[in-house]
């Protein structure tokens, strides 16, 4: 389940926009290192997205607070679940390797993640801030 950006996803803020391309590029190697059960590749992403949750979600979430986004608790909460998912997939990938369970959760969570969130909530939220500057 190969994973891609299209220009659908953009919210508008060049930033963020920037910032989701690299996150689609990122999980698209990381694709390809679970198919490989390559440790390293895969910790090195688990590693990548840690870091990008802490900056990239908390930019997004001031932009929500600035814009008085009237979704901002419930996207949060969506930003903490993906933290969440993330430490319990990596955890599993320190303790076991990179079993195929481990591959297939990770696939599916990475394609139903970027779709729902950035399709979904992230574009929601392009809006809001495009319907403010107006």
Excluded: C, K
């Excluded at 390809?32 to 688990?46: E, K, Q, Y």
């Excluded at 900056?55 to 949060?76: G, T």
């Excluded at 369970?101 to 993640?113: D, G, H, M, T």
């Amino acid at each position: 389940m190969p994973v891609s950006w299209s220009r659908s996803l953009e919210i508008g803020i060049p930033e963020i926009d920037h910032q989701h391309r690299e996150l689609f590029a990122r999980l698209g190697g990381f694709d390809d290192a679970l198919g490989r059960g390559d440790r390293a590749d895969i910790a090195a992403t688990f590693a990548f997205l840690r870091d990008y949750a802490l900056v990239h979600f908390e930019r997004e979430e001031r932009l929500m607070r600035d814009a008085e986004y009237p979704r901002l608790e419930a996207h949060r909460a969506l930003h903490q679940g993906f933290v969440a998912r993330l430490q319990t997939l990596s955890r599993e990938h320190e303790l076991q390797g990179p079993s195929a369970l481990l591959r297939l959760r990770a696939r599916n969570w990475i394609v139903v993640w970027l779709t729902d969130h950035v399709g979904g909530e992230d574009v929601a939220l392009g809006r809001h801030l495009a319907s403010r500057a107006a």
